[in-house]
C-alpha cells in the first residue's frame, strides 16, 4: 500500500482534531444533526489535506475522498414490567423482589459494523486509511473516518 500524501501520525492528528472541534460538547447521538456532523467533518478534513498537500500555489497533487459514518451505540434503557426492573446496557439486572440477580448480564453498549471496500488504482501511489473517533468513549455514537487518495500524476 502507497504511504499517505502526509505522514500517518500528521493524518490521525489532523483527523482526531477535526472530530474533537466538530463534536465538542456534544454526548448524544441526534439524528436531526448527523448531516450537519458528517458535512463538517469532511469539508474540514478536505481543506486541511488540501492544504497540506499543495505547494507554491500549486493544486494538490492528489484528489481525495473522505467519508464520514457515525455509528449510534446502544443507549440503556429502563424497563419495567409487573415486579421487575432492568437497566439494559449496564450492569444493574434486577430481580422480582429487587435484588440483583447473580451473574446475570444485560445485553447493550456497541453496536457491530463491519464495512469493506475495494478499488482498482496504483498501488504504489494510491491508498485509503481509516480512523475511529470514539472521543474517549464519553458519547453516544463512534465516527469512523475514511481518507481515499489518488495521485493525479502518473
Avoid at 504511504?3 to 490521525?12: A, G, K, W
Avoid at 460538547?25 to 478534513?45: A, C, F, M, P, R
Amino acid at each position: 500500500m502507497a504511504n499517505p500524501p502526509i505522514s500517518r501520525e500528521e493524518l490521525e492528528k489532523l483527523t482526531e482534531e477535526v472530530c474533537y472541534s466538530v463534536y465538542s460538547g456534544v454526548q448524544k447521538y441526534e439524528h436531526d444533526k448527523t448531516l450537519q456532523w458528517n458535512t463538517s467533518v469532511i469539508n474540514t478534513v478536505l481543506s486541511r489535506l488540501i492544504s497540506h498537500t499543495s505547494k507554491d500555489d500549486k493544486p494538490s497533487p492528489y484528489k481525495f475522498v473522505v467519508t464520514s459514518t457515525i455509528v449510534q451505540n446502544i443507549v440503556p434503557v429502563k424497563t419495567q414490567s409487573a415486579g421487575t426492573s432492568t437497566t439494559i446496557g449496564t450492569e444493574d439486572v434486577a430481580g422480582p423482589d429487587g435484588s440483583n440477580v447473580a451473574g446475570a448480564k444485560a445485553s447493550g453498549g456497541k453496536r457491530g459494523m463491519h464495512s469493506a471496500s475495494g478499488a482498482y488504482w496504483n498501488k504504489e501511489k494510491d491508498g485509503s486509511w481509516s480512523y475511529k473517533f470514539d472521543g474517549e468513549g464519553m458519547r453516544e455514537f463512534d465516527v469512523v473516518i475514511t481518507v481515499i487518495w489518488v495521485a493525479t500524476s502518473p
